[in-house]
């Protein structure tokens, strides 16, 4: 669906000082329905790749390619995008209603297309209430769903949201997240930046990470997992002889109740031995390491 080829950005504050590489020979690709997750700290080059795809900015070297399900040329392929900023800005002066007609008609969606789908979306997103007031006085949560309808008023087939969960309450998150899985399941691309590895884990198929410009790794969470580190059991049984493997025990009562974290070759030899010398196994549980855990293992 997009392509971006080996593109860098710089950014110059004044003539005396040495020019910043915001994004450096950055290489990834948003593939048609996969619900992706775009990872990085603050600064990491997230935003500014954002702004590289929807021509925002322009790189200094490299090439962004848009795949034929987008159409050609420039108008077609951004009326098939929908997108919302990380800090977007809402007429406060407008009720919902408005601003979300106000958005329709940017985008050439017919009144009665406009009508339909801002009713949809609106009662899936919980603000149908709230449409006839003044988007001044809705809450943080309520502002995102709003920026939510109205990036899909005109039917995207891709939806690039920077940071959309920052600042939310709980209830927000799930709330939001959830749409997101239900937008990717009706057929929609989703590709949205954070900074909190746990929200991209719970929900995405493939994750984007970048550190100070550079990819550090594009590609599925499981595989990523798997590429690097090893499955892993935490293995509890009651050692009736205090004998087994005493010296590797992780953790021992006065009870005789130990606990074991072994690897995955390890866990049927350490069940024999239990059970050849009249132990009880308490539980077995597979350990699989977070995708924080990962993340910071391959940028140490």
């Known amino acids: ?26 290489s990834f690709s948003i593939e048609q329905g996969a619900l992706v997750g775009f990872l990085g700290a603050n600064g990491a080059g997230k935003t500014t790749s954002i702004k590289v795809i929807l021509k925002f900015i322009k790189q200094n070297k490299g090439d962004v390619f848009y795949g034929p399900e987008l159409s050609s040329g420039a108008e077609s392929i951004f009326s098939r995008i929908g997108y919302i900023p990380e800090r977007p800005y809402f007429y406060p002066h407008l009720t919902g209603k408005e601003f979300i007609e106000y958005m329709g008609k940017l985008s050439d969606v017919p009144t009665h297309l406009i009508s339909a789908r801002m009713r949809d979306w609106s009662d899936r997103f919980g603000i149908s209430f709230a449409l006839d007031r003044k988007v001044r006085s809705y809450s943080k949560g309520m ?32 709330e939001l997240k959830q749409a997101l899985i239900e937008l990717h399941r009706e057929g929609k691309t989703v590709f949205f930046s954070s900074h909190i590895v746990s929200d991209v884990e719970e929900i995405c198929n493939k994750v984007v990470f970048l550190e100070k410009g550079r990819l550090v790794y594009d590609g599925s969470i499981d595989q990523l997992i798997e590429k690097n580190i090893k499955s892993s ?26 606990s074991l974290e072994v690897v995955a070759d390890e866990k049927d030899s350490l069940i024999k031995e239990i059970i050849n010398t009249q132990g009880n196994i308490l539980s077995i549980n597979s350990k699989r390491p977070s995708l924080e855990e990962i993340i910071y293992k391959i940028r140490s």
């Not at 710089?10 to 020979?25: G, H, I, N, V």
């Not at 995102?144 to 709980?170: K, N, T, W, Y």
């Not at 059991?233 to 130990?258: K, M, P, V, W």
């Open 143 to 174: 502002l995102q769903r709003l920026g939510f309808v109205a990036s899909l008023i005109h039917d995207p087939l891709l939806l690039i949201l920077d940071e959309p969960l920052s600042g939310l309450d709980p209830i927000g998150r799930r």
């Open 233 to 258: 059991y935490a293995i509890t049984f009651h050692d009736n002889n205090r004998q087994i493997l005493r010296e590797r025990l992780s953790h021992r009562t006065l009870e005789g109740i130990c």
């Open 1 to 26: 669906m997009i392509e971006l080829k080996n593109i860098e950005k710089k950014y110059q504050t004044d003539f005396w000082t040495k020019p910043f590489k915001a994004l450096d020979d950055l």
